[in-house]
Protein backbone atom coordinates (compact mmCIF):
# COMPACT_ATOMS: atom_id res chain seq x y z
CA UNK A 1 0.00 0.00 0.00
CA UNK A 2 2.67 2.09 0.84
CA UNK A 3 4.47 1.69 -2.54
CA UNK A 4 1.22 1.98 -4.53
CA UNK A 5 1.15 5.81 -2.69
CA UNK A 6 4.77 6.73 -3.47
CA UNK A 7 3.94 5.79 -6.91
CA UNK A 8 0.93 7.95 -7.05
CA UNK A 9 2.83 10.86 -5.39
CA UNK A 10 5.65 10.40 -7.66
CA UNK A 11 3.38 10.09 -10.81
CA UNK A 12 1.22 13.13 -10.19
CA UNK A 13 4.36 15.52 -8.54
CA UNK A 14 7.51 14.27 -9.91
CA UNK A 15 6.89 12.45 -13.11
CA UNK A 16 7.59 14.11 -17.06
CA UNK A 17 4.30 12.76 -17.39
CA UNK A 18 2.36 14.20 -14.72
CA UNK A 19 -1.06 15.86 -15.75
CA UNK A 20 0.20 19.31 -14.85
CA UNK A 21 3.04 18.48 -17.31
CA UNK A 22 0.18 17.36 -19.62
CA UNK A 23 -1.35 20.69 -18.90
CA UNK A 24 1.95 22.91 -19.74
CA UNK A 25 2.17 20.70 -22.97
CA UNK A 26 -1.23 21.75 -24.44
CA UNK A 27 -0.57 25.47 -23.42
CA UNK A 28 2.48 25.41 -25.27
CA UNK A 29 1.17 23.89 -28.44
CA UNK A 30 -1.56 26.51 -28.06
CA UNK A 31 1.25 29.46 -27.82
CA UNK A 32 2.87 27.81 -30.33
CA UNK A 33 0.67 29.11 -33.01
CA UNK A 34 1.29 32.78 -32.23
CA UNK A 35 5.28 32.34 -33.03
CA UNK A 36 7.10 32.25 -36.48
CA UNK A 37 8.43 28.48 -37.57
CA UNK A 38 11.86 29.03 -36.63
CA UNK A 39 10.19 29.86 -33.41
CA UNK A 40 8.84 26.89 -32.43
CA UNK A 41 10.15 24.08 -30.48
CA UNK A 42 9.73 20.40 -30.18
CA UNK A 43 9.91 17.86 -27.70
CA UNK A 44 12.03 14.68 -27.10
CA UNK A 45 9.07 13.59 -25.35
CA UNK A 46 5.44 12.35 -26.26
CA UNK A 47 3.00 14.97 -25.60
CA UNK A 48 5.74 16.82 -23.11
CA UNK A 49 6.45 20.65 -24.79
CA UNK A 50 7.31 23.22 -22.41
CA UNK A 51 6.82 26.98 -22.43
CA UNK A 52 10.07 28.63 -24.17
CA UNK A 53 11.90 31.77 -22.48
CA UNK A 54 9.82 34.65 -24.63
CA UNK A 55 13.08 36.04 -25.23
CA UNK A 56 13.41 32.82 -28.13
CA UNK A 57 10.13 33.95 -29.67
CA UNK A 58 8.98 35.52 -32.75
CA UNK A 59 5.79 36.39 -33.45
CA UNK A 60 4.25 35.46 -36.48
CA UNK A 61 0.86 37.76 -38.01
CA UNK A 62 -1.53 35.96 -35.62
CA UNK A 63 0.89 36.35 -32.69
CA UNK A 64 1.65 40.36 -33.68
CA UNK A 65 -2.30 40.61 -34.05
CA UNK A 66 -2.97 39.49 -30.50
CA UNK A 67 0.02 41.20 -29.42
CA UNK A 68 -1.15 45.05 -30.44
CA UNK A 69 -4.83 44.15 -29.39
CA UNK A 70 -3.74 43.01 -25.98
CA UNK A 71 -0.93 45.83 -25.24
CA UNK A 72 -3.77 48.73 -27.06
CA UNK A 73 -6.40 47.61 -24.50
CA UNK A 74 -3.63 47.74 -21.76
CA UNK A 75 -2.40 51.29 -22.65
CA UNK A 76 -6.20 52.74 -23.20
CA UNK A 77 -7.38 51.25 -19.98
CA UNK A 78 -4.13 50.91 -17.60
CA UNK A 79 -2.19 52.98 -19.43
CA UNK A 80 0.87 50.14 -19.59
CA UNK A 81 2.12 47.96 -21.81
CA UNK A 82 1.50 44.49 -20.58
CA UNK A 83 4.62 42.83 -21.47
CA UNK A 84 6.99 44.13 -18.63
CA UNK A 85 9.99 44.33 -20.32
CA UNK A 86 8.71 46.64 -22.47
CA UNK A 87 9.57 50.03 -21.52
CA UNK A 88 9.07 53.78 -23.21
CA UNK A 89 12.23 55.96 -21.80
CA UNK A 90 15.35 58.63 -23.14
CA UNK A 91 18.05 56.91 -20.41
CA UNK A 92 19.75 53.80 -20.63
CA UNK A 93 22.13 52.15 -18.18
CA UNK A 94 23.29 48.70 -18.63
CA UNK A 95 23.20 47.91 -14.73
CA UNK A 96 19.53 47.99 -15.75
CA UNK A 97 19.58 45.29 -18.03
CA UNK A 98 22.23 42.84 -16.70
CA UNK A 99 20.39 40.04 -14.41
CA UNK A 100 19.41 36.92 -16.01
CA UNK A 101 15.52 36.50 -17.43
CA UNK A 102 13.61 35.30 -19.92
CA UNK A 103 12.46 38.21 -21.83
CA UNK A 104 15.71 39.10 -22.82
CA UNK A 105 18.63 37.35 -24.58
CA UNK A 106 21.51 36.16 -21.88
CA UNK A 107 24.10 37.18 -21.79
CA UNK A 108 23.43 40.40 -23.54
CA UNK A 109 23.87 40.70 -26.93
CA UNK A 110 22.95 44.87 -27.42
CA UNK A 111 26.06 46.85 -29.07
CA UNK A 112 24.71 49.45 -27.47
CA UNK A 113 25.99 47.79 -23.82
CA UNK A 114 29.64 47.31 -25.50
CA UNK A 115 29.78 51.27 -26.27
CA UNK A 116 28.26 52.08 -22.93
CA UNK A 117 31.03 50.84 -21.22
CA UNK A 118 33.52 52.65 -23.36
CA UNK A 119 31.70 55.72 -22.64
CA UNK A 120 34.52 59.27 -22.72
CA UNK A 121 33.58 62.56 -23.68
CA UNK A 122 34.94 63.98 -26.88
CA UNK A 123 38.67 66.31 -26.86
CA UNK A 124 38.69 70.06 -27.61
CA UNK A 125 41.40 68.85 -29.95
CA UNK A 126 38.74 66.63 -31.99
CA UNK A 127 36.37 69.62 -32.01
CA UNK A 128 38.47 71.83 -33.81
CA UNK A 129 39.39 69.53 -35.90
CA UNK A 130 35.50 68.37 -36.73
CA UNK A 131 35.40 72.58 -37.15
CA UNK A 132 38.31 73.23 -39.56
CA UNK A 133 37.20 70.29 -41.45
CA UNK A 134 33.35 71.54 -41.67
CA UNK A 135 34.57 74.75 -42.61
CA UNK A 136 37.32 74.13 -45.26
CA UNK A 137 35.48 71.64 -47.13
CA UNK A 138 32.31 73.91 -47.21
CA UNK A 139 34.65 76.37 -48.72
CA UNK A 140 35.94 73.95 -51.45
CA UNK A 141 32.26 72.89 -52.94
CA UNK A 142 31.11 76.37 -53.04
CA UNK A 143 34.13 77.34 -55.03
CA UNK A 144 33.81 73.99 -56.97
CA UNK A 145 30.52 74.86 -59.85
CA UNK A 146 30.62 71.30 -60.43
CA UNK A 147 28.86 70.02 -56.85
CA UNK A 148 25.56 71.59 -56.72
CA UNK A 149 23.28 69.87 -54.74
CA UNK A 150 19.24 69.39 -55.39
CA UNK A 151 16.87 71.71 -54.20
CA UNK A 152 15.44 69.80 -51.62
CA UNK A 153 19.36 69.17 -50.06
CA UNK A 154 19.96 73.30 -50.72
CA UNK A 155 17.37 73.78 -48.01
CA UNK A 156 18.52 70.95 -45.85
CA UNK A 157 22.08 72.08 -45.36
CA UNK A 158 20.83 75.66 -44.69
CA UNK A 159 18.64 74.30 -42.00
CA UNK A 160 20.94 72.01 -40.29
CA UNK A 161 23.58 75.26 -40.65
CA UNK A 162 21.36 77.37 -39.09
CA UNK A 163 21.31 74.79 -36.40
CA UNK A 164 24.56 73.41 -35.57
CA UNK A 165 26.72 75.99 -36.33
CA UNK A 166 26.95 79.48 -35.13
CA UNK A 167 29.96 82.12 -36.94
CA UNK A 168 31.71 79.19 -37.95
CA UNK A 169 31.99 76.96 -34.51
CA UNK A 170 30.29 73.89 -33.76
CA UNK A 171 26.78 74.64 -31.11
CA UNK A 172 27.84 71.50 -28.76
CA UNK A 173 24.47 71.80 -27.08
CA UNK A 174 22.64 71.18 -30.80
CA UNK A 175 25.19 68.54 -31.33
CA UNK A 176 24.74 66.62 -28.61
CA UNK A 177 20.87 66.65 -28.79
CA UNK A 178 21.01 66.40 -33.22
CA UNK A 179 18.46 63.34 -32.59
CA UNK A 180 15.99 65.07 -30.00
CA UNK A 181 13.59 66.98 -31.87
CA UNK A 182 15.02 68.48 -34.14
CA UNK A 183 13.36 70.44 -36.60
CA UNK A 184 14.03 69.72 -40.36
CA UNK A 185 12.86 68.27 -43.76
CA UNK A 186 15.85 65.92 -43.78
CA UNK A 187 14.04 62.85 -42.87
CA UNK A 188 17.30 61.08 -41.57
CA UNK A 189 16.69 63.54 -38.46
CA UNK A 190 12.68 63.78 -38.72
CA UNK A 191 12.41 60.30 -38.12
CA UNK A 192 13.86 60.20 -34.86
CA UNK A 193 10.90 62.17 -33.80
CA UNK A 194 8.62 59.72 -34.38
CA UNK A 195 8.58 58.90 -30.53
CA UNK A 196 9.35 62.17 -28.86
CA UNK A 197 9.30 63.74 -25.32
CA UNK A 198 6.48 66.24 -27.19
CA UNK A 199 3.81 63.71 -27.62
CA UNK A 200 1.51 62.58 -25.89
CA UNK A 201 2.52 59.65 -23.66
CA UNK A 202 -0.50 57.88 -25.27
CA UNK A 203 0.47 58.26 -28.51
CA UNK A 204 3.98 57.56 -27.97
CA UNK A 205 2.71 54.47 -26.34
CA UNK A 206 0.89 53.55 -29.17
CA UNK A 207 3.61 54.14 -31.94
CA UNK A 208 5.79 52.03 -29.53
CA UNK A 209 3.69 48.65 -30.29
CA UNK A 210 4.52 49.38 -34.40
CA UNK A 211 7.86 49.41 -33.31
CA UNK A 212 7.66 46.31 -31.92
CA UNK A 213 5.21 44.61 -34.85
CA UNK A 214 8.11 45.79 -37.54
CA UNK A 215 10.57 43.92 -34.96
CA UNK A 216 8.78 40.90 -35.29
CA UNK A 217 8.05 41.23 -38.58
CA UNK A 218 11.49 41.52 -39.60
CA UNK A 219 12.81 38.02 -37.75
CA UNK A 220 11.36 36.54 -40.84
CA UNK A 221 13.50 38.03 -42.73
CA UNK A 222 17.04 39.19 -40.99
CA UNK A 223 19.33 37.10 -38.86
CA UNK A 224 18.04 36.50 -35.06
CA UNK A 225 21.61 37.33 -34.16
CA UNK A 226 21.72 40.33 -35.64
CA UNK A 227 18.33 41.12 -34.79
CA UNK A 228 19.10 40.68 -31.38
CA UNK A 229 22.60 42.47 -31.91
CA UNK A 230 21.39 45.52 -33.00
CA UNK A 231 20.00 48.29 -30.60
CA UNK A 232 19.88 52.23 -31.29
CA UNK A 233 22.72 54.05 -29.84
CA UNK A 234 21.93 57.18 -26.83
CA UNK A 235 23.90 59.39 -28.83
CA UNK A 236 22.08 62.50 -30.07
CA UNK A 237 20.18 61.87 -27.10
CA UNK A 238 16.86 60.12 -29.56
CA UNK A 239 13.70 59.13 -27.64
CA UNK A 240 12.77 55.06 -28.33
CA UNK A 241 11.05 52.25 -26.62
CA UNK A 242 13.78 49.60 -25.10
CA UNK A 243 12.40 45.91 -26.07
CA UNK A 244 14.08 42.89 -24.59
CA UNK A 245 17.21 45.00 -23.72
CA UNK A 246 17.47 46.65 -26.89
CA UNK A 247 16.82 50.41 -28.18
CA UNK A 248 14.73 50.03 -31.17
CA UNK A 249 13.45 52.62 -33.90
CA UNK A 250 12.69 52.42 -37.64
CA UNK A 251 16.20 53.28 -38.63
CA UNK A 252 17.94 50.60 -36.88
CA UNK A 253 15.95 48.17 -37.36
CA UNK A 254 16.86 49.05 -41.41
CA UNK A 255 20.27 48.76 -41.04
CA UNK A 256 19.54 45.53 -39.03
CA UNK A 257 18.12 44.21 -42.51
CA UNK A 258 20.68 45.90 -44.24
CA UNK A 259 23.84 44.42 -42.30
CA UNK A 260 21.96 41.31 -42.75
CA UNK A 261 21.59 40.98 -46.22
CA UNK A 262 25.67 42.02 -46.72
CA UNK A 263 26.34 38.66 -44.18
CA UNK A 264 24.20 36.37 -45.92
CA UNK A 265 25.04 36.89 -49.54
CA UNK A 266 28.45 37.99 -49.20
CA UNK A 267 31.71 36.51 -48.42
CA UNK A 268 33.18 39.38 -46.87
CA UNK A 269 35.21 37.88 -43.42
CA UNK A 270 34.16 39.56 -40.23
CA UNK A 271 37.86 38.90 -38.79
CA UNK A 272 39.77 40.41 -42.04
CA UNK A 273 40.14 44.18 -42.76
CA UNK A 274 37.47 45.30 -44.90
CA UNK A 275 37.59 48.50 -46.79
CA UNK A 276 33.87 49.43 -47.12
CA UNK A 277 32.65 52.68 -48.19
CA UNK A 278 29.23 54.17 -47.62
CA UNK A 279 28.15 57.26 -50.29
CA UNK A 280 25.35 59.24 -48.59
CA UNK A 281 26.34 57.53 -45.17
CA UNK A 282 24.60 60.32 -43.53
CA UNK A 283 25.59 60.64 -39.62
CA UNK A 284 26.90 57.26 -39.48
CA UNK A 285 24.61 55.01 -38.28
CA UNK A 286 24.92 52.11 -40.58
CA UNK A 287 28.37 52.74 -40.21
CA UNK A 288 28.63 51.89 -36.65
CA UNK A 289 26.49 49.00 -37.42
CA UNK A 290 28.95 47.37 -39.89
CA UNK A 291 31.85 48.76 -37.37
CA UNK A 292 30.39 46.65 -34.91
CA UNK A 293 29.97 43.67 -36.57
CA UNK A 294 33.03 43.65 -39.23
CA UNK A 295 35.32 44.89 -35.91
CA UNK A 296 38.48 45.03 -38.12
CA UNK A 297 37.27 46.95 -41.20
CA UNK A 298 37.74 50.39 -42.37
CA UNK A 299 34.08 52.66 -43.25
CA UNK A 300 35.11 55.33 -45.39
CA UNK A 301 31.73 57.48 -45.95
CA UNK A 302 31.51 60.46 -48.75
CA UNK A 303 28.37 63.10 -47.50
CA UNK A 304 27.71 66.83 -47.66
CA UNK A 305 29.96 69.02 -45.08
CA UNK A 306 26.98 69.05 -42.33
CA UNK A 307 26.50 65.83 -42.38
CA UNK A 308 30.23 65.25 -42.01
CA UNK A 309 30.35 66.98 -38.70
CA UNK A 310 27.12 65.24 -37.47
CA UNK A 311 28.91 61.89 -38.43
CA UNK A 312 32.47 63.10 -37.18
CA UNK A 313 30.77 63.51 -33.47
CA UNK A 314 28.64 60.38 -33.61
CA UNK A 315 31.10 57.99 -34.75
CA UNK A 316 33.73 59.37 -31.95
CA UNK A 317 31.65 59.42 -29.39
CA UNK A 318 30.52 55.94 -29.80
CA UNK A 319 33.80 54.47 -30.75
CA UNK A 320 35.79 56.36 -28.44
CA UNK A 321 38.98 54.75 -29.13
CA UNK A 322 39.10 55.02 -32.48
CA UNK A 323 41.20 56.70 -35.27
CA UNK A 324 38.57 58.75 -37.29
CA UNK A 325 39.98 60.65 -40.71
CA UNK A 326 38.74 63.80 -42.08
CA UNK A 327 39.03 65.88 -44.66
CA UNK A 328 42.08 68.01 -42.94
CA UNK A 329 43.66 64.73 -43.36
CA UNK A 330 43.72 64.02 -46.68
CA UNK A 331 43.42 67.42 -48.37
CA UNK A 332 46.72 67.15 -49.52
CA UNK A 333 46.63 63.90 -51.35
CA UNK A 334 46.15 63.67 -55.17
CA UNK A 335 45.03 60.22 -55.07
CA UNK A 336 44.31 58.46 -52.04
CA UNK A 337 44.91 54.42 -51.72
CA UNK A 338 43.91 51.28 -49.94
CA UNK A 339 47.10 52.07 -47.92
CA UNK A 340 46.28 55.05 -46.71
CA UNK A 341 42.31 54.42 -45.72
CA UNK A 342 43.23 51.20 -43.72
CA UNK A 343 45.45 53.46 -41.71
CA UNK A 344 41.99 54.70 -39.33
CA UNK A 345 38.88 52.81 -38.36
CA UNK A 346 36.41 55.30 -39.93
CA UNK A 347 37.27 57.74 -42.73
CA UNK A 348 34.38 60.75 -43.33
CA UNK A 349 34.98 62.83 -46.60
CA UNK A 350 32.95 65.37 -48.98
CA UNK A 351 32.26 64.43 -52.40
CA UNK A 352 35.21 66.04 -53.82
CA UNK A 353 36.98 63.08 -52.50
CA UNK A 354 35.43 60.26 -54.43
CA UNK A 355 37.31 60.84 -57.70
CA UNK A 356 40.36 60.37 -56.00
CA UNK A 357 39.90 56.69 -54.89
CA UNK A 358 42.70 54.46 -56.51
CA UNK A 359 40.96 51.29 -59.05
CA UNK A 360 39.52 48.42 -57.10
CA UNK A 361 40.04 48.99 -53.32
CA UNK A 362 37.05 48.82 -51.58
CA UNK A 363 35.20 45.41 -50.86
CA UNK A 364 31.90 46.74 -50.56
CA UNK A 365 30.11 50.15 -51.50
CA UNK A 366 26.84 50.96 -50.30
CA UNK A 367 24.01 53.73 -51.19
CA UNK A 368 20.60 53.19 -49.49
CA UNK A 369 18.16 56.15 -50.76
CA UNK A 370 20.48 58.73 -51.42
CA UNK A 371 21.61 58.17 -55.08
CA UNK A 372 17.34 59.27 -55.62
CA UNK A 373 17.55 62.61 -54.32
CA UNK A 374 20.92 63.88 -56.08
CA UNK A 375 20.89 65.76 -59.34
CA UNK A 376 21.31 63.71 -62.32
CA UNK A 377 25.37 64.63 -62.88
CA UNK A 378 25.84 64.15 -59.60
CA UNK A 379 24.64 60.60 -59.78
CA UNK A 380 26.79 60.09 -62.73
CA UNK A 381 29.41 61.13 -60.93
CA UNK A 382 29.13 58.72 -58.27
CA UNK A 383 28.26 55.99 -60.62
CA UNK A 384 30.98 56.51 -62.76
CA UNK A 385 33.74 56.77 -59.71
CA UNK A 386 32.28 53.85 -57.58
CA UNK A 387 32.72 51.44 -60.52
CA UNK A 388 36.33 52.49 -60.86
CA UNK A 389 37.39 52.06 -56.78
CA UNK A 390 34.96 49.23 -56.33
CA UNK A 391 36.50 45.97 -56.26
CA UNK A 392 33.99 43.45 -55.06
CA UNK A 393 30.34 44.29 -54.10
CA UNK A 394 27.65 47.25 -55.18
CA UNK A 395 24.72 47.37 -52.41
CA UNK A 396 21.78 49.61 -53.67
CA UNK A 397 18.77 50.43 -51.86
CA UNK A 398 17.17 52.94 -54.22
CA UNK A 399 13.60 54.38 -55.22
CA UNK A 400 12.86 52.46 -59.05
CA UNK A 401 11.64 55.25 -60.88
CA UNK A 402 12.37 58.95 -61.14
CA UNK A 403 10.24 61.08 -58.38
CA UNK A 404 9.61 64.85 -59.61
CA UNK A 405 7.31 66.62 -56.69
CA UNK A 406 9.56 65.94 -53.99
CA UNK A 407 13.61 65.63 -54.81
CA UNK A 408 13.21 65.67 -58.87
CA UNK A 409 15.42 63.47 -59.34
CA UNK A 410 16.18 59.84 -61.11
CA UNK A 411 15.65 56.20 -59.98
CA UNK A 412 17.23 53.28 -59.65
CA UNK A 413 16.44 52.18 -63.52
CA UNK A 414 17.92 55.60 -64.53
CA UNK A 415 21.34 54.55 -62.73
CA UNK A 416 24.27 54.31 -65.89
CA UNK A 417 25.91 51.21 -65.45
CA UNK A 418 29.05 50.64 -67.54
CA UNK A 419 30.64 47.33 -65.69
CA UNK A 420 29.22 44.51 -65.19
CA UNK A 421 27.55 43.33 -62.25
CA UNK A 422 26.22 39.79 -61.37
CA UNK A 423 23.52 40.45 -59.17
CA UNK A 424 23.08 38.50 -55.56
CA UNK A 425 19.99 40.19 -54.58
CA UNK A 426 17.31 41.97 -57.21
CA UNK A 427 14.05 42.25 -55.66
CA UNK A 428 11.42 45.26 -54.14
CA UNK A 429 11.54 46.13 -50.33
CA UNK A 430 9.70 46.61 -47.80
CA UNK A 431 10.81 50.51 -48.06
CA UNK A 432 9.73 50.36 -51.38
CA UNK A 433 12.88 50.20 -53.11
CA UNK A 434 14.61 48.56 -55.05
CA UNK A 435 17.01 46.38 -53.20
CA UNK A 436 20.05 45.04 -55.55
CA UNK A 437 23.44 43.43 -54.34
CA UNK A 438 25.86 43.05 -57.33
CA UNK A 439 29.24 41.62 -57.49
CA UNK A 440 31.74 43.12 -60.08
CA UNK A 441 32.52 40.52 -62.38
CA UNK A 442 35.91 41.04 -63.99
Not at 15 to 20: F, I
Not at 169 to 177: A, D, G, H, I, P
Not at 246 to 259: E, H, P, S, T, V
Request: charge should be positive.
Amino acid sequence: MRNIKKKIKFYFLESYHRPLAKLQHFVAYINSFRYTNISRNFSERILLLKIPPLSTCYYNLFGRIIFFISNLFSIIFFRKFVEKDLKLKKNYTTENYQENTNTRPWPTQSMLDIELKNNQNISDEFFRKIEESYNNSSSDLIKNDFFIDSNWWKECREEFNKIFLSYEKVNKSNLENFRNDVQTKAEILADQNFITEKNLNLINKIRTLSLVNLYHKLSEHVDHNILRFCSESTIGNNYCPIYRGQRIGYRIMRYAYYLSQIKNYTDLNDEKKNLILDIGGGYGGLSRVLKHYYTNSTLVIIELPELCLLGSYYLKKCFPNSKVGLTEDFKNEESISFEDLVKYDFVILTPNFMNKFKSNIFDLTINTTSLGEMTENMQNYYMHNLEICTKKYFYSVNRPNKRVEKYNSNGFYDLKFKSRWMSKIYKYTHTYHIEFLGKKVK
